[in-house]
């Protein structure tokens, strides 16, 4: 085993220190790449080259005496629904072939703003459409805690390469809980900030009054010091919050004594696998032996939730994905006329649950529909914000499963679209929200597979989440040896 360090703290202090050299912590990572990734395929694309040549950039500016910023040499991995300028980024969607953004998200330019290096594009459902990232055109990721499981979705590939040791650190997008329920399957920490604290510019939309991006690591500490470096106002986007980045490093060691933290109730019962359900239970014993308060609390339209988004995101989704016409973006069947390229296009680049997704979205906005769909769809999300005030009133943080079973076996839920959207019950609410929630690993399930549980904040609460979080982290139990 080398002896680089594996958290993203440890890497960015040596490296900066001029103690451990960027490039050499790289070509560590890339060889873990090159001896897994055949199995794991968490990654569309190894960007080695680009990666070595950041890397020394990196080393230079130490040799000169400066310093590269507070990700300096850390590999970091991007979900391939993130423009990076030249280079392929393809959503795992055929339809985007051939496609190479001319500019980076704004995320990406932070990160290497800061010293961090992109080592490559990761595995996703179909533009981010699912929860097992088997929706991806390239092949399924598979969990590297056990390779005959789902490593979760949509951005199961950000969520493998950081479990896998590929990288401390990856970027994902949660848009009902795309980063939190891969995270869970993975056992590694995985962030949904406040909507609008991370810019969107740059992530390829899927529902845009939901999407945001969040980091991965398997460290509480190494998500905030990302979170850190990618939040702030980006006058690129016009819904970022025109604040400055939280801290949050800086009250990681701030305990939890006194903080309200309510269970949700609506969460806890059925549905929710009791393996699962204990250690959520145990999650909060353990934050109440650090001193919170903890009592249960009822989020009532909580459970309407998952009915709302599949009506919000897909009619969104459906305006979002039109712009693939085989005019502007990557693949083209050619045809007769072009309505008929249109079709031929689209019949050929999209895949089945981006087809389910475009049809449930424009049949839910058509002229008769609209108000008992759509319209019907923004009451519930107005009411479940206005349940969730209601919960912050008497607590400050909220606890729950992140998903409600450990990570399924491969073709487990692929021919019933239902199951599969049900692993989303708990994390969509705070998407509607548009409130900040974190999924911390928290012991094992009776199959030895990690435990995920969510923390929820109110909007720009993470400081206070934060905190809870790196109390769990000290106080979960250890997983289970498979
Ligand atoms: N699994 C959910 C879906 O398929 C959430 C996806 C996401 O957060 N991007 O819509």
New binding site residues.
Partial sequence: MSDIPTTALAIATAVRAGELSARAVLEDHLARIEAGDGEINAFNLVMADEARAAADAVDRVVAAGGDPGVLAGVPLAVKDNLCTRGVPTTCSSRILEGWRPPYDATVVQRVAAAGAISVGKTN??EF????STE?SAFGPTRNPRDTSRVPG???GGSAAAVAAGFAPLSLG???????R?PAALCGVVGVKPTYGLVSRYGLIA??SS??QIGPFSTTVADSALLLEAIAGHDPLDSTSIAAPAPSLLSVLDQGVAGLRVGLVTELMGEGIAPDVAARVREAAEALAAAGAEVGEVSVPAASYGLSA??LI?PAEASSNLARYDGVRYGMRVDAETTAEMNTATRTAGFGA?VKR?IMLGTYALSAGYYDAYYGKALKVRTLICRDFATAYERFDVLLTPTSPTTAFRFGEKTADPLS??L??IC??PT?LAGHPAMSVPFGSGTDGMPVGVQLLAPALGEPTMFRAAAVLEAAAPSEVAR
Avoid: C, K, P
């Fill in positions: 996703l459902d981010a459409m699912g929860s929706n979705g949509s951005s997008s949660d848009t009902g809980g795309s980063i329920q899927f529902a939901l999407d988004y599949y995101a649950e997704r599969m959207y692993n989303d994390t969509i998407n």
